[in-house]
């Protein structure tokens, strides 16, 4: 599924990362800057590893020997961050069909009403973003990242300023995207009891070196 065995240097350490995914949820804890943001931006291709490779589903993505180097919007992996970044000036219909117009109609995986329903987004859909709580704006970051077609999706620390009354709202809705979506994913997060709950797969980072938990 996703072979990585790079490293990236970081301010104040090196990020060398080798690691096999095969499950469908990848849990990584570790403490604020261990680099696991750094991590997930490697995949996604915001950032480019100085040395190794990246493959995903048996394509290469990155590959320095060979010079190889696959922009982020050729990839169909998605990433959500610790904010939802909604466009501030339409409503959560339309941030959702925002995504819908990148995918070729036969490349969508996921259909609007199909997430609609997962999320329960539909009392929501007239509301423009400052009408919504942080845990509303981020499931529909999470819906629209859906929509674009991923084949891949990676969290970085979504529940991150939520208070524990919102965390618990939303867990419940990426515990069911675990079951029901057909969609490997990359949760990275400095709680360990988020993954716990998710029943995710779990190692840690520390200063740049994945171990086993």
Do not use: W
Request: aromatic share 6%; glycine share 6%.
């Amino acid at each position: 599924m996703l072979k990585c065995d790079f490293q990236y240097q970081q301010a104040d350490f090196l990020l060398k990362i080798k690691l096999e995914m095969q499950q469908t949820l990848l849990g990584i804890v570790g403490a604020s800057g261990s680099g696991k943001s750094t991590f997930l931006k490697n995949i996604v291709g915001l950032l480019q590893p100085q040395q190794g490779s990246i493959q995903f589903n048996q394509r290469i993505l990155v590959d320095t020997e060979q010079n190889i180097y696959v922009p982020m919007h050729q990839r169909k992996i998605a990433l959500i961050f610790q904010n939802a970044l909604l466009f501030p000036h339409m409503n959560v219909q339309q941030n959702l069909r925002y995504a819908e117009k990148l995918v070729a109609n036969l490349e969508g995986k996921f259909q609007f009403e199909e997430v609609l329903e997962l999320l329960e987004l539909r009392p929501l859909i007239q509301r423009k973003a400052h009408q919504l709580s942080g845990g509303e704006a981020q499931r529909v970051a999470i819906g629209r990242a859906l929509l674009s077609s991923p084949n891949l999706l990676l969290l970085d620390e979504p529940l991150t300023g939520l208070d524990s009354k919102l965390k618990q709202q939303i867990l419940p809705f990426l515990k069911r995207m675990k079951d029901e979506l057909d969609l490997p994913m990359i949760y990275v997060t400095h709680h360990l009891q988020e993954l716990e709950y998710l029943e995710a797969d779990i190692v840690q980072l520390n200063q740049g070196q994945l171990q086993n938990k």
